[in-house]
């Protein structure tokens, strides 16, 4: 009776890890869709619990690629929000994991040249049905390309996570003079430096938006997404998710 007993225990643990495993699989999907100019871009989508609820957009920063978001996104899952990373044309190994993007393209491309990339990710959420509203959300430089991104498409986003924005495509003001144009609740952070900190500000500073905030953590910050990682950021996690969190908050309930 009682080996009938462990062999019936050991069955109901084997059977809960597999559904466990089948949920894991079924929640991250990898896609792939093609940019305007013919480029294949490779991601990686997390499923909510429907369609309805709303998308996040996930894009990475220099040297990167969606392996940035592999212990992000299930948590943003958790919270009810679909996710797609994506590895842009300007990328690398970082991770541990190769960018599918650079790699098929024989090579990375500038900052600016991602966009193109960012921008099939959200033709790409239009054809998959997504019905929920999106947000954008951007890693160092890409945290620049946003505001690119939902200037050029003010009735398709509904607002803009920045981690780390800076001048970094090469013009003076060229992101400045794209967030002049967003007016889309707008959430900007940074590392706990005051260089991060100053660019964040005067970029957000030009925001159209009077639904702005810009986080400064207290405990520990880093640049990027990378800020709300255990890995990289252990003792300031906890405060940027909170930050993020809230203001993911707001947004669905001003929605």
Same mark, same amino acid.
């Given at each position: 009776?009682? &080996? $009938?007993?462990?062999?019936? #225990?050991?069955? $109901?643990?084997?059977?809960?890890?597999?559904?466990?495993?089948?949920?894991?699989?079924?929640?991250?999907?990898? #896609?792939?869709?093609?940019?305007?100019?013919?480029?294949?871009?490779?991601?990686?989508?997390?499923?909510?619990?429907?369609?309805?609820?709303?998308?996040?957009?996930?894009?990475?920063?220099?040297?990167?690629?969606?392996?940035?978001?592999?212990?992000?996104?299930?948590?943003? +899952?958790?919270?009810?929000?679909?996710?797609?990373?994506?590895?842009?044309?300007?990328?690398?190994?970082?991770?541990?994991?190769?960018?599918?993007?650079?790699?098929?393209?024989?090579? &990375?491309?500038?900052?600016?040249?991602?966009?193109?990339?960012?921008?099939?990710?959200?033709?790409?959420?239009?054809?998959?049905?997504?019905?929920?509203?999106?947000?954008?959300?951007?890693?160092?430089?890409?945290?620049?390309?946003?505001? $690119?991104?939902?200037?050029?498409?003010?009735?398709?986003?509904?607002?803009?996570?920045?981690?780390?924005?800076?001048?970094?495509?090469?013009?003076?003001?060229?992101?400045?003079?794209?967030?002049?144009? #967003?007016?889309?609740? +707008?959430?900007?952070?940074?590392?706990?430096?005051?260089?991060?900190?100053?660019?964040?500000?005067?970029?957000?500073?030009?925001?159209?938006?009077?639904?702005?905030?810009?986080? +400064?953590?207290?405990?520990?910050? +880093?640049?990027?997404?990378?800020?709300?990682?255990?890995?990289?950021?252990?003792?300031?996690?906890?405060?940027?998710?909170?930050?993020?969190?809230?203001?993911?908050?707001?947004?669905?309930?001003?929605?």
């Amino acid at each position: 009776m009682i &080996s $009938l007993q462990k062999s019936v #225990v050991n069955f $109901l643990v084997l059977f809960l890890v597999m559904v466990s495993a089948s949920a894991q699989v079924h929640a991250q999907q990898a #896609v792939s869709f093609t940019a305007k100019d013919g480029v294949r871009v490779f991601g990686d989508y997390y499923a909510a619990a429907n369609k309805a609820q709303p998308l996040l957009l996930l894009f990475h920063q220099a040297g990167s690629n969606r392996g940035e978001y592999t212990t992000i996104a299930p948590r943003l +899952v958790k919270e009810g929000y679909n996710c797609l990373a994506i590895d842009q044309r300007s990328g690398g190994s970082r991770w541990g994991r190769t960018n599918q993007t650079v790699q098929q393209n024989g090579g &990375s491309s500038s900052f600016l040249e991602a966009l193109k990339d960012m921008q099939a990710a959200l033709t790409w959420a239009k054809s998959n049905g997504q019905q929920g509203p999106v947000l954008l959300w951007g890693s160092s430089y890409s945290a620049a390309l946003v505001f $690119l991104l939902a200037a050029q498409h003010p009735q398709q986003v509904v607002g803009v996570l920045s981690f780390s924005p800076g001048e970094y495509l090469g013009g003076a003001d060229t992101v400045r003079s794209a967030a002049a144009k #967003v007016t889309i609740p +707008v959430f900007v952070t940074s590392a706990k430096d005051t260089e991060e900190i100053t660019q964040a500000k005067t970029i957000l500073a030009a925001v159209a938006s009077s639904q702005k905030r810009q986080f +400064v953590p207290r405990i520990n910050g +880093v640049h990027g997404s990378s800020t709300l990682r255990q890995d990289i950021n252990p003792k300031g996690m906890a405060e940027n998710w909170q930050a993020v969190l809230e203001f993911l908050s707001a947004q669905k309930t001003t929605g």
